[in-house]
Protein backbone atom coordinates (compact mmCIF):
# COMPACT_ATOMS: atom_id res chain seq x y z
CA UNK A 1 0.00 0.00 0.00
CA UNK A 2 1.67 3.40 -0.75
CA UNK A 3 0.80 6.40 1.29
CA UNK A 4 0.07 9.08 -0.26
CA UNK A 5 0.71 12.38 1.48
CA UNK A 6 -2.52 14.64 2.10
CA UNK A 7 -1.88 17.88 1.03
CA UNK A 8 -2.73 21.50 1.91
CA UNK A 9 -6.70 21.93 0.66
CA UNK A 10 -7.96 17.97 0.37
CA UNK A 11 -11.16 17.58 1.42
CA UNK A 12 -11.89 15.07 3.86
CA UNK A 13 -14.12 13.39 5.94
CA UNK A 14 -14.15 10.18 8.11
CA UNK A 15 -15.41 7.85 5.74
CA UNK A 16 -12.73 8.96 2.92
CA UNK A 17 -9.71 8.52 5.16
CA UNK A 18 -10.68 4.95 6.84
CA UNK A 19 -11.18 3.52 3.07
CA UNK A 20 -8.15 4.28 2.17
CA UNK A 21 -6.58 2.47 4.94
CA UNK A 22 -9.55 -0.04 5.87
CA UNK A 23 -7.68 -3.37 4.02
CA UNK A 24 -4.19 -2.17 5.86
CA UNK A 25 -5.86 -1.91 9.32
CA UNK A 26 -7.37 -5.51 8.90
CA UNK A 27 -4.20 -6.98 7.25
CA UNK A 28 -2.56 -5.63 10.80
CA UNK A 29 -4.26 -6.00 13.48
CA UNK A 30 -7.13 -9.03 12.71
CA UNK A 31 -6.09 -12.36 12.99
CA UNK A 32 -7.78 -14.82 10.76
CA UNK A 33 -8.59 -18.38 10.87
CA UNK A 34 -6.06 -19.08 8.04
CA UNK A 35 -3.26 -17.46 9.84
CA UNK A 36 -3.19 -19.52 13.32
CA UNK A 37 -4.94 -22.59 11.70
CA UNK A 38 -1.42 -24.17 11.63
CA UNK A 39 -0.24 -22.60 15.06
CA UNK A 40 1.73 -19.37 13.19
CA UNK A 41 0.66 -15.95 12.93
CA UNK A 42 0.94 -14.00 9.69
CA UNK A 43 4.03 -12.47 8.97
CA UNK A 44 2.70 -8.76 9.35
CA UNK A 45 2.50 -9.84 12.99
CA UNK A 46 6.16 -11.03 13.56
CA UNK A 47 9.84 -9.39 13.14
CA UNK A 48 11.00 -10.29 9.86
CA UNK A 49 13.72 -12.53 9.76
CA UNK A 50 14.22 -13.03 6.49
CA UNK A 51 13.91 -10.08 4.38
CA UNK A 52 10.43 -8.86 2.67
CA UNK A 53 7.92 -11.42 0.75
CA UNK A 54 8.74 -11.29 -3.00
CA UNK A 55 12.58 -10.88 -2.64
CA UNK A 56 14.74 -13.63 -3.37
CA UNK A 57 15.80 -14.38 0.47
CA UNK A 58 12.23 -13.95 2.19
CA UNK A 59 12.52 -17.66 2.82
CA UNK A 60 14.65 -19.91 5.01
CA UNK A 61 16.72 -23.29 3.33
CA UNK A 62 16.09 -26.57 4.89
CA UNK A 63 16.81 -30.07 3.92
CA UNK A 64 15.54 -32.89 6.48
CA UNK A 65 14.78 -36.45 7.22
CA UNK A 66 12.97 -38.05 9.85
CA UNK A 67 12.74 -41.16 8.13
CA UNK A 68 15.52 -42.57 6.03
CA UNK A 69 18.54 -44.30 8.55
CA UNK A 70 22.04 -43.84 6.67
CA UNK A 71 24.43 -46.35 6.53
CA UNK A 72 27.57 -46.11 5.40
CA UNK A 73 31.03 -47.90 5.34
CA UNK A 74 33.76 -45.06 6.87
CA UNK A 75 37.27 -46.36 5.76
CA UNK A 76 40.21 -43.95 7.22
CA UNK A 77 40.19 -41.99 4.06
CA UNK A 78 36.76 -41.38 3.31
CA UNK A 79 33.91 -39.73 4.47
CA UNK A 80 30.04 -40.28 4.99
CA UNK A 81 28.18 -37.22 4.21
CA UNK A 82 25.08 -37.20 6.54
CA UNK A 83 23.42 -34.30 4.61
CA UNK A 84 23.49 -31.75 1.98
CA UNK A 85 21.48 -28.90 0.91
CA UNK A 86 22.28 -27.20 -2.40
CA UNK A 87 20.76 -24.07 -3.30
CA UNK A 88 18.58 -23.02 -6.23
CA UNK A 89 20.77 -20.63 -8.92
CA UNK A 90 17.73 -17.79 -7.65
CA UNK A 91 18.20 -18.53 -3.97
CA UNK A 92 22.35 -18.55 -4.17
CA UNK A 93 23.16 -16.40 -1.25
CA UNK A 94 25.51 -13.37 -1.78
CA UNK A 95 27.05 -10.59 0.20
CA UNK A 96 24.57 -8.13 -1.60
CA UNK A 97 21.55 -10.33 -0.22
CA UNK A 98 22.52 -11.28 2.94
CA UNK A 99 25.05 -10.53 5.43
CA UNK A 100 24.65 -12.95 7.93
CA UNK A 101 23.64 -16.75 7.64
CA UNK A 102 22.47 -18.69 10.66
CA UNK A 103 23.05 -22.20 9.99
CA UNK A 104 21.56 -24.70 12.49
CA UNK A 105 22.79 -28.61 11.99
CA UNK A 106 20.96 -31.59 13.74
CA UNK A 107 21.43 -35.21 13.45
CA UNK A 108 21.16 -38.50 15.24
CA UNK A 109 24.17 -40.97 15.21
CA UNK A 110 22.21 -44.07 15.63
CA UNK A 111 25.34 -46.42 16.25
CA UNK A 112 29.04 -47.17 15.50
CA UNK A 113 30.03 -51.22 13.92
CA UNK A 114 33.41 -51.93 13.43
CA UNK A 115 33.96 -54.01 10.83
CA UNK A 116 30.61 -55.27 10.82
CA UNK A 117 30.96 -56.84 14.17
CA UNK A 118 28.93 -54.80 16.97
CA UNK A 119 30.63 -52.38 18.90
CA UNK A 120 31.17 -54.58 21.90
CA UNK A 121 33.58 -56.71 20.02
CA UNK A 122 36.43 -54.57 19.25
CA UNK A 123 39.16 -55.82 18.89
CA UNK A 124 40.60 -52.89 21.17
CA UNK A 125 43.91 -53.01 23.55
CA UNK A 126 43.02 -55.17 26.53
CA UNK A 127 42.99 -51.83 28.64
CA UNK A 128 40.49 -50.05 26.28
CA UNK A 129 38.16 -53.11 26.24
CA UNK A 130 35.94 -51.74 29.00
CA UNK A 131 35.91 -47.93 27.68
CA UNK A 132 34.01 -47.67 24.79
CA UNK A 133 34.16 -44.28 24.57
CA UNK A 134 37.26 -43.72 22.90
CA UNK A 135 35.96 -44.06 19.68
CA UNK A 136 36.42 -40.82 18.32
CA UNK A 137 34.92 -39.26 15.11
CA UNK A 138 35.23 -36.01 13.44
CA UNK A 139 32.22 -33.99 11.60
CA UNK A 140 32.75 -31.14 9.61
CA UNK A 141 30.50 -28.59 8.53
CA UNK A 142 31.48 -27.26 5.03
CA UNK A 143 29.57 -24.50 2.51
CA UNK A 144 29.54 -24.87 -1.28
CA UNK A 145 30.92 -21.89 -3.46
CA UNK A 146 29.81 -21.04 -6.12
CA UNK A 147 32.29 -23.01 -8.06
CA UNK A 148 31.30 -26.38 -6.14
CA UNK A 149 33.93 -26.07 -4.36
CA UNK A 150 33.45 -27.49 -0.44
CA UNK A 151 35.01 -25.15 2.23
CA UNK A 152 35.26 -26.42 6.02
CA UNK A 153 33.75 -23.88 8.36
CA UNK A 154 36.44 -24.44 10.66
CA UNK A 155 34.84 -23.30 14.02
CA UNK A 156 31.70 -25.43 13.53
CA UNK A 157 34.02 -28.78 13.37
CA UNK A 158 33.77 -31.00 16.25
CA UNK A 159 34.70 -34.27 17.40
CA UNK A 160 32.14 -36.63 18.71
CA UNK A 161 32.59 -40.28 20.48
CA UNK A 162 29.47 -42.63 20.82
CA UNK A 163 28.30 -42.03 24.63
CA UNK A 164 28.36 -45.26 27.71
CA UNK A 165 25.86 -46.96 26.41
CA UNK A 166 27.90 -49.87 24.42
CA UNK A 167 29.73 -52.08 26.42
CA UNK A 168 31.58 -54.92 26.40
CA UNK A 169 30.12 -56.42 29.25
CA UNK A 170 26.87 -56.23 30.04
CA UNK A 171 25.98 -55.88 33.45
CA UNK A 172 24.76 -58.51 36.23
CA UNK A 173 22.12 -56.93 38.98
CA UNK A 174 24.92 -59.09 41.52
CA UNK A 175 28.37 -57.75 40.24
CA UNK A 176 29.79 -55.11 39.01
CA UNK A 177 29.72 -54.41 35.43
CA UNK A 178 31.46 -51.68 33.56
CA UNK A 179 31.29 -48.19 34.00
CA UNK A 180 27.45 -47.04 32.81
CA UNK A 181 27.22 -50.96 31.15
CA UNK A 182 23.57 -51.54 30.11
CA UNK A 183 21.51 -54.60 31.32
CA UNK A 184 21.81 -55.83 28.21
CA UNK A 185 24.23 -55.95 25.52
CA UNK A 186 23.31 -52.60 23.52
CA UNK A 187 24.82 -51.12 20.42
CA UNK A 188 23.08 -48.64 20.05
CA UNK A 189 24.55 -45.28 20.47
CA UNK A 190 21.89 -42.75 19.68
CA UNK A 191 24.13 -39.81 19.86
CA UNK A 192 22.16 -36.47 18.77
CA UNK A 193 24.58 -34.29 17.56
CA UNK A 194 23.85 -30.25 17.55
CA UNK A 195 25.78 -27.87 15.70
CA UNK A 196 24.99 -23.93 15.16
CA UNK A 197 27.44 -21.24 13.11
CA UNK A 198 27.20 -18.17 11.79
CA UNK A 199 28.19 -17.25 8.11
CA UNK A 200 29.36 -13.81 6.62
CA UNK A 201 28.61 -14.44 2.97
CA UNK A 202 31.57 -12.88 1.16
CA UNK A 203 32.99 -13.59 -2.60
CA UNK A 204 32.37 -16.81 -2.74
CA UNK A 205 28.88 -17.05 -1.80
CA UNK A 206 26.98 -19.58 -0.42
CA UNK A 207 25.45 -22.02 -2.72
CA UNK A 208 24.98 -25.18 -0.08
CA UNK A 209 25.69 -26.57 3.15
CA UNK A 210 27.42 -30.53 3.64
CA UNK A 211 28.32 -32.21 6.71
CA UNK A 212 30.04 -34.84 7.09
CA UNK A 213 31.66 -37.55 9.57
CA UNK A 214 35.15 -38.85 8.69
CA UNK A 215 37.17 -41.16 10.71
CA UNK A 216 39.57 -40.04 13.10
CA UNK A 217 43.09 -41.47 13.12
CA UNK A 218 42.56 -41.22 17.18
CA UNK A 219 41.09 -44.00 18.42
CA UNK A 220 40.39 -46.03 15.83
CA UNK A 221 42.79 -49.52 15.63
CA UNK A 222 44.11 -50.82 12.62
CA UNK A 223 42.95 -49.78 9.45
CA UNK A 224 39.55 -51.96 8.76
CA UNK A 225 36.65 -50.37 8.07
CA UNK A 226 33.55 -48.37 10.33
CA UNK A 227 30.08 -48.89 9.77
CA UNK A 228 28.36 -45.34 10.31
CA UNK A 229 24.98 -45.18 11.03
CA UNK A 230 23.02 -41.39 11.12
CA UNK A 231 19.15 -40.85 10.92
CA UNK A 232 16.84 -37.95 11.85
CA UNK A 233 19.36 -35.38 10.10
CA UNK A 234 18.58 -31.54 9.57
CA UNK A 235 20.02 -28.46 7.66
CA UNK A 236 18.40 -25.02 8.17
CA UNK A 237 19.67 -22.01 6.59
CA UNK A 238 18.36 -18.54 8.20
CA UNK A 239 19.58 -15.59 5.63
CA UNK A 240 19.16 -12.28 7.42
CA UNK A 241 19.94 -8.52 7.27
CA UNK A 242 21.48 -7.62 10.25
CA UNK A 243 24.87 -5.42 11.94
CA UNK A 244 27.55 -7.63 12.92
CA UNK A 245 29.08 -7.28 15.70
CA UNK A 246 31.93 -9.01 16.49
CA UNK A 247 35.39 -9.45 19.01
CA UNK B 1 4.34 -5.39 13.07
CA UNK B 2 4.68 -4.64 16.32
CA UNK B 3 2.29 -1.74 16.90
CA UNK B 4 -1.23 -0.83 16.93
CA UNK B 5 -2.59 0.67 13.77
CA UNK B 6 -3.73 3.25 13.19
CA UNK B 7 -2.79 4.63 16.27
CA UNK B 8 -5.46 7.20 17.11
CA UNK B 9 -8.67 5.90 14.52
CA UNK B 10 -9.75 8.53 12.78
CA UNK B 11 -13.81 9.32 14.60
CA UNK B 12 -16.56 12.04 14.14
CA UNK B 13 -15.46 14.07 17.38
CA UNK B 14 -11.56 13.89 15.78
CA UNK B 15 -9.86 16.93 15.03
CA UNK B 16 -8.60 16.64 12.18
CA UNK B 17 -5.42 18.27 10.74
CA UNK B 18 -2.75 17.51 7.78
CA UNK B 19 0.12 16.90 10.35
CA UNK B 20 -0.63 14.38 12.52
CA UNK B 21 -2.40 12.81 9.85
CA UNK B 22 0.80 11.92 7.82
CA UNK B 23 2.49 11.34 10.94
CA UNK B 24 0.02 8.96 12.48
CA UNK B 25 0.24 6.85 9.17
CA UNK B 26 3.40 7.62 7.09
CA UNK B 27 6.22 5.34 9.22
CA UNK B 28 3.21 2.41 8.83
CA UNK B 29 2.53 2.60 5.85
CA UNK B 30 6.17 2.82 4.56
CA UNK B 31 7.58 -0.13 6.44
CA UNK B 32 4.12 -2.61 5.80
CA UNK B 33 5.24 -1.76 2.09
CA UNK B 34 8.60 -1.95 1.97
CA UNK B 35 9.99 1.81 1.60
CA UNK B 36 13.37 2.81 2.35
CA UNK B 37 13.93 5.39 4.87
CA UNK B 38 16.36 6.66 7.08
CA UNK B 39 16.37 3.24 8.95
CA UNK B 40 18.09 0.85 6.56
CA UNK B 41 19.84 3.60 4.35
CA UNK B 42 23.54 4.80 5.38
CA UNK B 43 23.95 8.39 6.05
CA UNK B 44 27.29 9.91 5.69
CA UNK B 45 27.13 10.88 9.58
CA UNK B 46 28.56 13.24 11.94
CA UNK B 47 31.82 15.62 11.33
CA UNK B 48 33.96 14.00 14.42
CA UNK B 49 35.19 17.64 15.03
CA UNK B 50 32.51 19.73 14.79
CA UNK B 51 29.23 17.15 15.29
CA UNK B 52 27.56 18.52 12.52
CA UNK B 53 25.87 16.56 10.04
CA UNK B 54 28.02 16.07 6.85
CA UNK B 55 26.37 16.50 3.78
CA UNK B 56 25.93 13.58 1.17
CA UNK B 57 29.15 13.37 -1.31
CA UNK B 58 28.25 10.37 -3.03
CA UNK B 59 25.37 7.79 -3.28
CA UNK B 60 27.64 5.17 -1.68
CA UNK B 61 27.26 7.73 1.66
CA UNK B 62 23.53 6.33 0.84
CA UNK B 63 24.52 2.60 0.09
CA UNK B 64 21.29 0.61 0.66
CA UNK B 65 21.99 -1.48 3.76
CA UNK B 66 22.56 -4.98 2.52
CA UNK B 67 26.16 -5.07 2.34
CA UNK B 68 28.24 -6.04 5.58
CA UNK B 69 29.75 -2.79 7.19
CA UNK B 70 26.58 -0.51 5.33
CA UNK B 71 23.84 -1.21 8.16
CA UNK B 72 22.94 1.72 10.29
CA UNK B 73 23.37 1.14 14.19
CA UNK B 74 19.43 0.85 14.66
CA UNK B 75 18.92 -1.58 12.19
CA UNK B 76 16.39 -4.23 13.18
CA UNK B 77 18.21 -6.95 13.77
CA UNK B 78 22.08 -7.09 15.27
CA UNK B 79 24.00 -9.82 15.58
CA UNK B 80 26.85 -10.65 17.69
CA UNK B 81 29.50 -13.02 17.50
CA UNK B 82 32.72 -14.50 19.54
CA UNK B 83 34.05 -17.66 18.23
CA UNK B 84 37.28 -19.25 19.05
CA UNK B 85 39.54 -18.63 15.92
CA UNK B 86 42.59 -20.87 16.59
CA UNK B 87 40.66 -24.30 18.11
CA UNK B 88 42.69 -27.15 16.95
CA UNK B 89 39.49 -29.48 16.43
CA UNK B 90 40.65 -31.54 18.41
CA UNK B 91 41.18 -35.63 16.71
CA UNK B 92 44.26 -34.74 15.25
CA UNK B 93 47.75 -36.32 16.61
CA UNK B 94 48.84 -33.86 17.99
CA UNK B 95 50.94 -33.75 21.19
CA UNK B 96 49.40 -30.86 22.24
CA UNK B 97 45.79 -29.62 21.40
CA UNK B 98 45.75 -26.27 20.25
CA UNK B 99 43.18 -23.47 21.38
CA UNK B 100 41.23 -25.77 23.86
CA UNK B 101 40.44 -24.24 27.08
CA UNK B 102 40.59 -26.08 29.97
CA UNK B 103 37.61 -25.53 32.68
CA UNK B 104 38.61 -26.79 36.12
CA UNK B 105 36.23 -29.02 38.61
CA UNK B 106 33.92 -27.45 40.69
CA UNK B 107 30.57 -28.10 42.96
CA UNK B 108 28.69 -24.93 40.86
CA UNK B 109 29.21 -24.17 37.45
CA UNK B 110 32.65 -23.26 35.91
CA UNK B 111 33.04 -19.90 33.18
CA UNK B 112 35.93 -18.69 31.31
CA UNK B 113 35.98 -15.18 29.87
CA UNK B 114 37.65 -16.18 26.77
CA UNK B 115 36.46 -15.86 22.64
CA UNK B 116 33.58 -18.10 21.86
CA UNK B 117 32.45 -18.65 25.07
CA UNK B 118 32.28 -15.50 26.75
CA UNK B 119 31.09 -11.80 25.44
CA UNK B 120 30.40 -8.49 27.12
CA UNK B 121 28.68 -6.52 24.65
CA UNK B 122 25.77 -3.36 24.92
CA UNK B 123 22.67 -3.97 23.78
CA UNK B 124 19.79 -1.91 23.05
CA UNK B 125 17.31 -3.69 24.87
CA UNK B 126 14.68 -6.18 23.91
CA UNK B 127 14.31 -9.66 23.11
CA UNK B 128 17.50 -11.56 22.15
CA UNK B 129 17.77 -15.33 20.82
CA UNK B 130 20.78 -16.27 22.68
CA UNK B 131 23.29 -19.22 20.91
CA UNK B 132 26.17 -21.29 22.39
CA UNK B 133 27.48 -23.82 19.81
CA UNK B 134 30.74 -25.94 21.47
CA UNK B 135 32.21 -29.12 21.70
CA UNK B 136 32.71 -30.21 24.85
CA UNK B 137 35.49 -33.32 25.92
CA UNK B 138 35.95 -34.83 29.08
CA UNK B 139 38.83 -37.20 28.68
CA UNK B 140 42.53 -36.50 28.79
CA UNK B 141 43.91 -33.77 26.94
CA UNK B 142 47.04 -35.10 26.35
CA UNK B 143 46.50 -38.88 25.95
CA UNK B 144 46.35 -38.88 21.72
CA UNK B 145 45.67 -42.20 20.93
CA UNK B 146 47.78 -43.88 23.34
CA UNK B 147 47.05 -46.97 25.44
CA UNK B 148 46.39 -44.77 28.82
CA UNK B 149 42.99 -44.39 28.30
CA UNK B 150 42.43 -44.64 32.24
CA UNK B 151 41.08 -41.11 32.49
CA UNK B 152 38.83 -41.28 29.42
CA UNK B 153 35.45 -41.03 30.94
CA UNK B 154 32.65 -38.88 30.27
CA UNK B 155 29.53 -37.36 32.11
CA UNK B 156 28.13 -35.68 34.57
CA UNK B 157 27.30 -32.35 32.99
CA UNK B 158 24.96 -29.62 33.20
CA UNK B 159 25.57 -26.84 30.79
CA UNK B 160 23.73 -23.67 30.45
CA UNK B 161 24.16 -19.80 29.00
CA UNK B 162 24.78 -17.40 32.04
CA UNK B 163 23.77 -13.84 31.82
CA UNK B 164 25.28 -11.36 34.29
CA UNK B 165 26.43 -14.14 36.09
CA UNK B 166 23.23 -15.48 36.73
CA UNK B 167 21.96 -18.97 35.03
CA UNK B 168 19.42 -18.62 32.81
CA UNK B 169 17.01 -22.17 33.76
CA UNK B 170 15.50 -21.96 30.17
CA UNK B 171 18.99 -22.77 28.67
CA UNK B 172 19.92 -25.55 30.88
CA UNK B 173 21.09 -29.09 29.30
CA UNK B 174 21.34 -31.49 31.71
CA UNK B 175 18.89 -32.18 34.52
CA UNK B 176 19.65 -28.83 36.69
CA UNK B 177 18.81 -31.13 39.80
CA UNK B 178 21.29 -32.60 41.66
CA UNK B 179 19.54 -33.93 44.23
CA UNK B 180 18.17 -36.69 41.07
CA UNK B 181 21.65 -37.25 40.46
CA UNK B 182 23.60 -40.30 41.94
CA UNK B 183 27.07 -40.09 43.06
CA UNK B 184 29.09 -41.66 46.10
CA UNK B 185 31.03 -39.52 48.04
CA UNK B 186 34.87 -39.20 47.57
CA UNK B 187 35.69 -41.56 50.60
CA UNK B 188 33.59 -44.36 48.86
CA UNK B 189 35.53 -43.73 45.72
CA UNK B 190 38.82 -43.49 46.95
CA UNK B 191 37.80 -47.15 48.41
CA UNK B 192 37.85 -48.48 45.29
CA UNK B 193 34.12 -48.22 45.36
CA UNK B 194 34.39 -45.85 42.42
CA UNK B 195 36.61 -48.03 39.95
CA UNK B 196 38.45 -50.93 39.15
CA UNK B 197 42.33 -50.80 38.07
CA UNK B 198 41.40 -47.30 36.84
CA UNK B 199 38.25 -48.05 34.58
CA UNK B 200 35.18 -46.71 36.86
CA UNK B 201 33.00 -49.37 37.56
CA UNK B 202 28.89 -49.09 37.94
CA UNK B 203 28.60 -46.56 40.95
CA UNK B 204 30.89 -44.19 40.44
CA UNK B 205 31.10 -40.86 41.94
CA UNK B 206 29.00 -38.10 40.15
CA UNK B 207 26.25 -39.05 37.25
CA UNK B 208 23.42 -37.75 34.88
CA UNK B 209 23.46 -35.17 32.87
CA UNK B 210 24.90 -34.75 29.61
CA UNK B 211 27.17 -38.16 28.99
CA UNK B 212 30.03 -38.81 26.69
CA UNK B 213 33.86 -38.16 26.02
CA UNK B 214 32.97 -35.97 23.14
CA UNK B 215 29.54 -33.83 23.12
CA UNK B 216 28.85 -31.47 20.23
CA UNK B 217 26.14 -29.28 22.18
CA UNK B 218 24.52 -26.68 21.32
CA UNK B 219 22.82 -23.97 24.38
CA UNK B 220 19.97 -21.67 23.48
CA UNK B 221 17.58 -19.22 25.04
CA UNK B 222 15.36 -16.45 23.82
CA UNK B 223 14.86 -13.51 26.29
CA UNK B 224 14.44 -10.17 27.10
CA UNK B 225 17.65 -7.83 27.83
CA UNK B 226 17.95 -4.37 29.80
CA UNK B 227 19.32 -1.65 27.41
CA UNK B 228 22.91 -1.63 28.38
CA UNK B 229 26.17 -3.46 29.06
CA UNK B 230 25.75 -7.52 29.41
CA UNK B 231 28.12 -10.39 29.85
CA UNK B 232 26.67 -13.64 28.05
CA UNK B 233 28.71 -16.88 29.10
CA UNK B 234 28.83 -20.37 28.56
CA UNK B 235 28.32 -22.28 31.83
CA UNK B 236 29.97 -25.44 32.37
CA UNK B 237 29.30 -27.71 35.49
CA UNK B 238 30.88 -31.11 36.35
CA UNK B 239 28.19 -32.37 38.68
CA UNK B 240 29.75 -33.35 42.15
CA UNK B 241 33.09 -32.78 40.29
CA UNK B 242 32.64 -36.28 38.39
CA UNK B 243 35.65 -36.07 36.42
CA UNK B 244 38.09 -34.94 38.56
CA UNK B 245 40.42 -38.07 38.95
CA UNK B 246 39.87 -41.51 40.02
CA UNK B 247 43.47 -42.79 39.91
CA UNK B 248 46.55 -41.11 40.95
CA UNK B 249 48.20 -39.77 37.63
CA UNK B 250 45.08 -39.55 35.79
CA UNK B 251 43.45 -36.70 36.83
CA UNK B 252 40.78 -35.75 34.08
CA UNK B 253 39.62 -32.24 33.71
CA UNK B 254 36.72 -30.09 31.02
CA UNK B 255 37.86 -29.12 28.50
CA UNK B 256 36.20 -27.06 25.69
CA UNK B 257 37.98 -26.93 21.68
CA UNK B 258 36.25 -25.32 18.75
CA UNK B 259 33.69 -22.83 20.12
CA UNK B 260 30.94 -20.29 18.99
CA UNK B 261 28.51 -17.52 20.63
CA UNK B 262 26.55 -15.75 19.14
CA UNK B 263 22.96 -12.97 20.10
CA UNK B 264 20.76 -11.71 17.65
CA UNK B 265 18.82 -8.38 18.76
CA UNK B 266 15.28 -8.40 17.64
CA UNK B 267 14.62 -4.62 18.11
CA UNK B 268 11.31 -3.37 17.50
Known amino acids: ?12 VADELNSRFKSETFNLNTVVPEEIK ?4 GPQHLPSLVGNAGESLSKMFRKNSVTTQFTRTLASASAHVVAELTLTDADQIDET ?17 YNGTEFGDLSLPTNRNPVEDTAVLRVEVEFITSTGAYVVIPQATRVISPG ?40 LGIYGIRVRILASTYGLVGAADWDIYTDKHNITLIPIQAKLVET | MAWK ?6 TGSYVIDIDPINQNFLAVAEEST ?41 IGFRLHRTMKTNANPSDDSLATPTGWTELRASDFYVTKAVDGLSMTRTFVGGMVWICASFNLHNHQA ?25 IVPESLLGTGDVTQEFFGNEDFAAAGGGHVNGNIQARPRGGGGVNGARNA ?29 FGAGYTSKTYISTAELFALEMLR
Not at chain 1, 98 to 112: D, E, M, P, S, T
Not at chain 2, 5 to 10: C, D, G, L
Open chain 2, 217 to 245: IVLDAVMYLAPGEHTIRVAVQSIRNSALG
Open chain 1, 97 to 113: KANAVIVLINFQLNRIE
Open chain 1, 38 to 41: SGAF
Open chain 2, 34 to 74: GYLNEHNLKGPGLNLTTGEQQEVLAATDLMVTRTSGQLVDD
Open chain 2, 142 to 166: YDRGSTSVLGEKGFGYNLAIEVDGA
Open chain 1, 1 to 12: MAYDYLKDGTPF
Open chain 2, 5 to 10: YPKRPI
Open chain 1, 164 to 203: MTMTNNAISKNTSGDFMSSLTKDKLSHKDVAIRTVLKPGN
